[in-house]
């Protein structure tokens, strides 16, 4: 069965700084892994999405990887802002199957 | 494209009563999905819709737990007899399902069970 782990359960830092988030997946026969963000109460926004095949994805100040062997993907975040706070969501997909998701990393970023 | 849309969007209700939530996912997407997310977890999978056929069901996803999507439209989900543990934010997706895209969520339902 496959679970999802991401680390660390919380994170605060200042304003500027750059961020890595951490998730890794017990089993790497994965199709795609995603990374979401949610704001207290809210639904959830896809970030970015990393097809099995591909290394990393980038959109603006976000870059994800992924390393399927080893299980594990990082989400940096650079030159962080206030707006970023919120918690940011791992998820993996096999073929058809529903999306597992981690528990979350809760980010504060402090102006 | 409007995006997923969810009613209520909270829900207060007593121990024992029935409660039904609504997903209207993007049109064109065929797969339909229900997560359930209690605090400080991360969404867990209830169950999805290609179309109007319901392909699986979660374990976590009991009894008193209905889901249908008439149509292969919008889909509803039934909670009967609710207990204090169905507390939680429910969360509809949609997909479309040819193609290797993120699944879109809605804003979710917040049900509190008193």
């Known amino acids: 069965k496959q679970e999802v782990t991401q680390i660390p359960a919380a994170l605060s830092v200042p304003e500027g700084e750059n961020l890595v988030l951490n998730c890794s997946f017990t089993?790497?026969?994965?199709?795609?892994l995603q990374w979401f963000r949610q704001d207290p109460g809210k639904g959830l926004t896809s970030l970015l999405l990393i097809q099995s095949s591909q290394r990393e994805q980038t959109s603006g100040r976000l870059n994800a990887s992924l390393d399927k062997s080893s299980g594990r993907s990082t989400l940096y975040i650079a030159a962080s802002q206030p707006g970023d706070s919120a918690t940011y969501l791992c998820a993996v997909k096999e073929g058809n199957t529903p999306l597992v998701f981690g528990k979350g990393t809760r980010l504060s970023v402090i102006a | 494209d409007t995006g997923v849309s969810q009613d209520p969007r909270h829900k207060i209700t007593k121990r024992g009563q029935n409660v039904t939530f609504r997903c209207d996912p993007i049109?064109?997407?065929?797969?339909l999905y229900w997560y359930r997310q209690t605090l400080g977890q991360g969404p867990e999978f209830l169950t999805y819709f290609q179309n109007e056929a319901q392909l699986e069901k979660s374990r976590l996803l009991s009894d008193r737990f209905s889901a249908e999507r008439p149509k292969g439209s919008f889909s509803t989900l039934e909670i009967q007899r609710t207990e204090q543990g169905d507390s939680a934010m429910y969360l509809c997706a949609s997909h479309r399902g040819d193609r290797p895209d993120t699944q879109y969520f809605g804003p979710g339902t917040r049900l509190t069970v008193l």
């Open positions: 049109s064109e997407h065929n797969r």
């Open positions: 089993d790497s026969a994965i199709y795609n």
